[in-house]
């Protein structure tokens, strides 16, 4: 048994089934032993940004890690920017980079670069192991990092020397890290203070939105008329029919402002208090009200639902919340073919227990609004602002939840960002719909810089927004990737192109011309 | 004036002339900047990896820097693997990027990351700018630095508040830091060693391979029988006929023996001994020959092209090197179309002059054959091993030499990490012609594994290598970017396409199926 196979025969033991890899001369070893180690799924995959994208999906959905499989620093690199959304999203990913032979890394070969310090703003453990003997150990701790409350990439650097040279054997699970318990003291002071203020919030993260933790949350708001509140972005959310709804914190500071206005008390829940995501000249970044408290219940690494539930338990909460999201369609629309329509139409159509993987950036807004009485839906969203995730977290869902509809919702700036997903869908024969909202600018900033003061605009200017000149034409992008595709001008067009797509189970790209 | 006004007149002030961008909110006072400061010509990217591989390609051929734009950690984290094939080839560039306000980063919002620590491994000189009064004078640093020898990439990152707060004025340029100057005793001691052996190669990188360096090391040639040697990924050759010949150290250790077998010493100017490019089970990384000497006569921050100047003169060197690479075209190739008989037809076809951006893999050993007697040309390699340069390579490469061809040769693996560049190509119209060697496999992967002796492959494994299924169409992608293309497969096919290609001067890519 060589290091490489110690390492993935660790990883099944662990539990970890599917591994995201664009590898490289320096993982092939770890290739080889896919096969001669049985119960790891691979996925190959483009470009790096994709790997880590859908390891991110995966996990989101999955609630379990699956690992990646990096070339060097340059192959970590490619993938940082959705291993960032991936740690804004608190999503497990064991993070698996090669690097070259131990003995090799003093002749500064071209490959060669400083692979810890790539990795660390992402990383929550961070590892080199030292050789064949140690990576079966590292994979092991690896995985239980990976998977400690509220979860985190774990990176584990992997020489070739490492994989090549012989070791002793797998290792077994480690015993998870405990999460951390909220005292009843703790309980009791976020119950008083409840009971003193007449307008309070639980703003939630992570677990506490789903499961036992937002029904929790639902009984608690049905005893005390607290409001339920997410981040803007949350990894994460359960929405439509018959869901404890939740409202989501707008994303500019003036809505935010009028969103929060004259709560007292917001009892964060695995969160932070809630800030802007930009900065703009002469605002704020911090919006909780003045005189409003912000009292942390529960940490990220603290178990949030445990603790809603002894709240719910504590202001002798009924045991059900009642107050459920109607189930109200949008109705499918005639006229003009827009964001809004075309939104309109998803909702309409979509099934039952659909994934959203929502990139969709100016598009979202309709699209949350479209949906948020539609059937029941898990919400995916870009948790760090590092856009291109939509299509990578798709791939992700889609084989995380073979069984599920995955609808990916893209701005066309963000998804030229992660294309080569594409090609992932085709290739693992995914159960995809990916929508792309074509309004062919990088509309967002054009929002952004009317905020921002910065003066009238010249041509220059102007040129750095746009991406009509010229068109990026979709249709011809997905087929050339092996993904069957269509434009659709009109909201007819659309209706039936997106019916026939729900009707399907192969992957599929709608461009909406808007 | 606000601080990006100052930032963009002192990079126009000290001759930066091109801004390869891809800005988002935090860089929104650097865009609209771009008018009210003329100068700079801005080129919008899709993907950052696209704005910093032709700010590579934009240098190498320039000889002075390009400014990137890029937004936040993620974006730079896009740009990273190219900015480590920049490092590698140490092409000066002015790395912009844009981050929160300063009074914003405490509240660790979604985009918030540490920049620094991306940035650090690709960096020779790294500065946050504390506020708008302080980013002129350290834009200003920030190019003496990239241009400081032998180049490098110069990071300046630039808080938001420091873009849109009042600025005093631009700065000037500063003095250029001076190249160090290798001493006349230095020169005698190569000169005394080069007369004491018989088997003898002067080591040449980055200047010493161009103009009046390389001529020097012919005149040294000439007299001394000195083989001249380069770089197996050299950043920049001037190859073809009328050209000194250099001998190109191969890829494989055991070429790498065989070339350099017998050599009893090894002069080095700007370089360091030649090593291995990944290191393989049981296999040494460095490769001198044992009793051949490596003496380093020019280090990478000093003259080296004075010290071949001043070697020339002391060995008493005659003033012209004779032997030049003659010229003798490779004819037209009439039987099966693979990667040397479409290798062929482009050193057959390509007019003087050409620049080749070669990232082309397994495709490059043809390609380089092919060209080693074609007209003259410039050939850029992939310098980091970060494939997804030579697209992105090409567009910089285009804008700084707008009246020269451009042909990008590309693997079919390596152009799908950086398609992006395509539409950028489109956009500015670009000179480029770019073939697609589609082998519909990571093939350099299949020659590493067997050398890596991983072991027999299963299923899994091979799929790992696999880019048929689907097969990437690489016509339909270019044309969703704008870009004409056509698929060639056979001889006759690629001689009328490549021979139309190189009558235009408006982009295209043609697809040689392998």
Redesign the interface.
Known sequence: MNGAQSLVATLVNCGVEVCF?N????E??F??A???VPGIR?V?C??E?VATGAADGYGRVAGRPAATLLH????L??G??NL??AR?AATPIVNIVGD??T??L??????T??IV??A???SSWLCTSKSAKTLAGDAARAVRAAREAPGGVATLIMP??AA?DSADQSAQPLPEIPMGQVSSASIDDAAARLGRVTKAALLLRGCALHGAGIEAAGRIQEKTGVRLLCDT?AARTELGAGTVFVERIPYFPEQIVEFLQGLQLIVLVGA?PP?????Y?GTA??WVPENCECYYLARAHQDGVAALEALAHTVHAPAHAKRRTPLQLPGLPSGALNAMSACQIMAELTPDNAIIADDAVTARFPLLKAFAQARPHTHLSL????I?QGLPVAVGAAIAAPNRKIVCAHGD?AA??T??AL?SM??EQLNVTTIIFANRTYA??NI??QR????S?????L?????G??????????????VHAQRATTCAELIEQYSSAMKSEQPKLIEVVL
């Open positions: 890899a590898p490289g001369t320096s092939l070893h290739v080889a896919l096969d001669s691979p190959l483009l470009f940004g060097l620093g340059p192959g690199a490619n940082l920017a960032h959304n804004r070259h032979a003995y090799h003093r002749y500064d070969s071209p490959l670069t400083d310090s790539l660390r703003p992402v070739a020397d090549w972005f932070q800030v802007s995501f930009f900065a000249p970044s911090r948790t760090g602002g590092a291109g700036g030229a960002y294309l080569q090609w085709a290739r967002i900033l952004e810089l921002l003061q910065a003066g605009l010249g041509p220059k200017a040129s750095m927004l746009d991406l000149n010229p068109e990026l034409r979709w249709v011809e992008i997905a087929q050339g990737f092996g």
